[in-house]
């Protein structure tokens, strides 16, 4: 094999065993569920035929044409996700605008919801795992919620210490467990071939036609195959599309597909094993084995959603829509590999509340889905954006793509907001409560960055009027940070005002998020002179990256520009927020607002600024 093949191999098995741990763990409980949750339909072939070709079907709509086909095309420089896709569609409006406002808007409130789905996956995908001892052993069955808290525990606790080391096993791990999944899928099968019909669309078609109000209901649990789908599409930018696609058609969908299909033979065979037919189709020899392994997939897939909850937190930080949470590199060699302490035992507390409240899967796919779907509709809808205004499609062709989709969408997610009742209220309430805050977040800092530049002076005629006064210099580099480059910084004012000395160098530095993920090396520092020994420098970082302030003043040499850290102090904000009635918002989100400016990380930590050369001044500022 030649050295791309062994790349493209190597990518593709590191896929299997990040991507598709949501959507792989599915056999575990949506079958079950279709059947025997709040609105199961009764064990018959017309229904087991329909159900599995609705769920053959979803998946090729859902996931293999909509995500494999037209979402991973709207990549931004590579990468996917949802706020990806939010900060490629909002450069097609100016800013200020309500258009832009709007997909701001809904990138937000589909971030808020995966912080929905990301405390739903691990409880969900363990405890069906562990309920495998109701077959294996039965009179463990008291312990399946003690050994389930257990290994969510023990999983988030060891988050600060990073995933590199048991992370090399996930890919070959979830090769074995899909193909596991098969060969059981085969086995039943082969004992029941009539079962393949359920291909046939018209199936689908009969089901729904047959059944109406209950057919559409039971979607809320056949829309549990597709779950994890979006990873595809978020988890891009780490594989790249050909291994994703690759894993997908060669070993992923199969795999499921034969799964599901296995287990609608069984339950033909022996309507009875509805009480867990994904372990019920091994045979008994084979049953501890399949718990472990079943639980290491659980396992892989909660670790996959947890580290897309801390990427997804870091670029909500670089974007603006969260405060500077502190976020820990956990890797030498991977600066993907992240920890961020608040989210990580924010979903933790979340977690083991949901499990406690409902106890079982069974119980907790009421409320698994919504989130999801909620997901998986703003994607079309930000995607409908990129086609007519990036893509530069015919509007007319567009809407019909987009109407198709949209269509199917709406389908499962109608079916699932009826479980609000039921336990779907929760991701509801977790979006609900992660949208305020965010948008709070962003507006406030708006607000506070409007009020900045009202009342900045121009920063060339700072300079201009310096050189004429005999105010001293004194050796040595003062970098002063501010958010508005045009403007003097409140702490070079306040620095004169009351050391009364400039120093020799001056830098006003000023850090900028684009809406791209990483910037080019040769195009993220701009340095302008200002004379009489004053600079500007502006440091571009894309919204996966993260500022690293002394690095990037040793790249400055490479412009012919060199500081000697031992002889360089950093000035730094740091501002006493105070609420007022007649702020820009609501005085409860104002209140909001200073409260989640308590949470930030200092900006030298931030940027990695040896505490040391730090300057801070602070200031109240009403907002």
Known sequence: MD??????????????????????????????????????????????????????????????????????????????????????????????????????????????MFYGDAIITPAMSVLSAVEGLNVVAPALSAYVVP?????????????????????????????????????????KIIE??????????????????????QGWLVLGAVVLCVTGGEALYADMGHFGKKPIRLGWFSLVWPALLLNYFGQGALLLADPAAIKNPFYLMAPHWALVPLLVLATAAAIIASQ?????????????????????????????RDTGQIYVPFVNWGLLIGILVLVFI???SSNLASAYGIAVMLTMTIDTLLLFVVMTMIWKWSRAFAVVMVLGILANDLMFLSATLVKLPDGGWFPLVIGAVMFTLMSTWWRGRHILRRKSNEGALPLKGFVDSVVDSDIPRVAGTGVFMTTSPDGVPNALLHNLKHNKVLHGRVVVLSVQVQDIPRVPKEDYIWIENLQHGFYKITAHYGFKESPDIPAMLADCKLQHMEFDMMETSFFVNRETLIATPKGGMALWREHLFVWMSHLAAKASDYFRIPSNRVVELGAQVEI
């Open 358 to 360: 409902f106890k079982n």
């Open 3 to 112: 050295a791309p093949n062994k790349k493209l191999g190597a990518l593709t098995v590191g896929a299997i065993g990040v991507v598709f741990g949501d959507i792989g763990t599915s056999p575990l409980y949506a079958i079950k569920e279709s059947f025997s949750g709040p609105h199961g339909m009764p064990i018959a072939p017309e229904t087991v035929l329909g159900i599995l070709s609705i769920m053959f079907w979803a998946m090729t709509a859902l996931v293999t044409v909509k995500y494999l086909v037209f979402m991973m095309r709207a990549d931004n420089k590579g990468e996917g996700g949802i706020l990806a896709l939010t900060a490629l569609s909002q450069r097609c409006f100016r800013f200020g605008t309500k258009s832009r406002w709007w997909v701001v808007a809904l990138g937000m409130f589909g971030a808020s």
């Open 192 to 213: 029941h071939p009539f079962i393949l019909k359920a291909f046939n669309p018209w199936y689908s078609w009969q089901f729904l036609i047959n059944y109406q109000v």
């Open 147 to 187: 050994i389930s808290v257990g290994i969510l525990i023990g999983l988030f606790v060891i988050q600060k210490h990073g995933t590199a080391a048991v992370g090399k096993v996930f890919g070959p791990t979830m090769v074995l467990w899909f193909g596991v999944l098969a060969l059981l899928g085969i086995l």
């Open 304 to 332: 996959a959603v947890i580290s897309g909850a801390f990427s997804l937190t870091k670029e909500a930080i670089s974007l603006g829509y969260l405060p500077r949470f502190r976020v820990n590199i956990t890797s030498e």
